[in-house]
């Protein structure tokens, strides 16, 4: 009986590949031969009941987690690998949702009262003991498995080296292990998911079920579960940046850029053979990359030969969630698969992603938690060529005698000629927004709320003003869900208003839990600075 929640599970697909399975030769393959169970196992009978329904030869593995999407995306591993004997330890609410959604993961939960904001936490260890007094687990002679290199290893052992990623692993002839034990990652623990996402352990068709309606995208929200969002084209992003300031100052640029539309920021990754990152050596495994400061990425489909580097300057969360004050930023994964969406046709992609949901026995919702219709399957999604659009160059061009843009006045001419501000204005433009926005948030957060209100009406105004006086008489009709720019726009030094508002909020109310330190302060390594301080101090 495994304590698998304290593991993230790597995604390999063996099956799929021809390669026999290991739990065959073991038999404990276990798809097909459990049932599904449901319920409170704080009585001893129910939890009897669970055992029954879910272990297999006297093991059952537990997850334990809040979040649907995380779990689903290890549930289909083990899937993948043969195993099917997993129960998930969550809270009733998320096992009402999960049942209903996937009942083929068996969901439980314990009404036991503990005074603690990690419940189900404590929730895992009582039950692990309780289960083993219930002879769930087979005979048990060790207390604690040492696994051997093969098997498991660390993020500086295998995934910076780039061996978790099979569209890299393969050419080397290394198989990926199947358990990776994550303590520190770049950037934070929820980029234990980017990690995964990264190295194409991560099924997509499964995160849209999760979330049909809130969005699959760190930067998607119930408001806008799909960001308008603001990149570079392929040109610029395939440069070869000569040092890490001069990258560092082409992506401020298009983020400062993207506040001031209300667009989510793609942020750009650099091609893992820079010479500030690695050079050469980086065109093989294993990778030379500097661990704590990328992770390394390469799609399904091209393997090295597109290898990039996710940057540590915005890893951090809260250079990604969207809020009200900030429509976010997409990692090159994210915006990788929304590309796919955009540029396939969406009843092809919806096809494909619905039998492999009926293969795994996911059901497809048309309503999320909250009933509303679904907005981000890949089904709303029509393949038009006006969801992606490019910027024609001369409008970058700063203005007559000016030697840069003013960001805001050159947010404003974007906007103007390609439809207006972005969803993450959009956001602050509806009616009643000021109401909606303030409930139930901090006194300072609800200040902050109607100056930003009247900065996007006096945006939106500028916006309809620089339209009617170039011919259109409104913004452009079409407003594509990707705009790109074909090269870094030059700009003054001075902050739009979004920016300097969302700096106030990363340095204030979203310190604890979204901060984005580069964003606010210019230094992506602070942190890491300043405890080396602190030890040449204390010598």
């Known amino acids: 009986m495994w304590p698998w929640g304290l593991l993230l599970l790597l995604g390999l697909v063996c099956g799929a590949q021809g390669v026999r399975l290991a739990c065959e030769d073991s038999g404990m393959c276990s798809v097909g031969q459990v049932q599904p169970y449901s319920d409170d196992i704080r009585p001893s009978p129910a ?24 779990v689903y995306q290890t549930f289909r591993t083990l899937l993948s690998l043969g195993y099917e004997h997993v129960v998930l330890l969550s809270l009733p609410d998320r096992c009402a949702r999960s049942t209903a959604l996937w009942p083929r993961l068996g969901c439980v939960w314990s009404s036991q009262r ?11 260890q009582a039950a692990l003991i309780r289960m083993e007094g219930a002879d769930a687990g087979a005979n048990i002679s060790e207390r604690f498995g040492y696994l051997p290199h093969y098997l498991a290893e660390s993020w500086s052992h295998g995934g910076a080296l780039g061996y978790w990623n099979p569209a890299l692993a393969r050419t080397t002839g290394h198989a990926p292990v199947v358990l990776a034990h994550f303590v520190h990652v770049p950037g934070g623990a929820t980029n234990k998911l980017t990690v995964k996402m990264a190295s194409n352990n991560w099924d997509w068709d499964v995160a849209h079920a999760a979330h049909p309606n809130r969005g699959v995208f760190f930067a998607s929200s119930l408001a806008v579960p799909l960001p308008d969002v603001l990149g570079y084209s392929q040109a ?15 992506a401020m640029a298009l983020l400062r850029v993207a506040m001031e539309t209300g667009r989510a920021v793609s942020w750009p990754a650099p091609r893992c053979n820079v010479s500030w990152l690695g050079g050469a050596d980086n065109n093989q495994l294993p990778l030379r990359v500097p661990q704590s400061n990328v992770i390394p990425y390469a799609p399904a489909d091209k393997g090295i030969a597109d290898l990039r580097c996710l940057w540590a300057g915005y890893l951090l969360y809260g250079c990604q969630a969207g809020r009200w004050h900030f429509a976010g930023g997409l990692l090159a994964p994210e915006y990788d698969h929304l590309l796919q969406l955009l540029r396939r046709n969406g009843s092809a ?17 048309t309503t999320d938690a909250v009933g509303d219709a679904t907005t981000t399957h890949p089904s709303v999604i029509d393949g038009s060529s006006n969801e992606v659009a490019e910027v024609a160059p001369e409008l970058l061009r700063p203005p007559a005698s000016a030697a840069a843009w003013d960001v805001a006045a050159l947010g404003t001419a974007l906007m103007a000629r390609h439809g207006g501000p972005g969803a993450g204005m959009q956001v602050l433009l509806q009616p009643g927004s000021a109401a909606a926005l303030t409930v139930g948030v901090p006194v300072e957060v609800a200040a902050a709320v109607p100056g930003a209100i009247a900065a996007a009406q006096a945006s939106s105004a500028a916006v309809a003003a620089a339209a009617a006086a170039a011919g259109g008489g409104g913004a452009g009709a079409l407003r594509p869900r990707v705009l790109l720019l074909p090269e870094v726009p030059l700009l003054t030094e001075r902050l739009g208003q979004r920016h300097e508002l969302f700096k106030a909020m990363v340095s204030g109310p979203d310190r604890s839990t979204q901060s984005c330190d580069w964003v606010a302060t210019g230094r992506p390594y602070r942190r890491a600075r300043t405890r080396r301080r602190r030890r040449r101090a204390a010598r």
């Open 47 to 70: 939890l009897k009941a669970c055992l029954a329904a879910r272990s297999y030869r006297r093991e059952v593995i537990l997850l334990t987690e809040t979040r649907l999407n995380p």
């Open 114 to 124: 503990l005074a603690s904001n990690t419940k189900y936490l404590l929730d895992r």
């Open 236 to 250: 610029v992003l395939d440069r070869d940046w000569a040092t890490e300031q001069e990258f560092a100052s082409a």
């Open 349 to 365: 992609v919806d096809a494909a992603g619905a039998a492999n949901l009926d293969a795994l026995g996911l059901r497809q919702p």
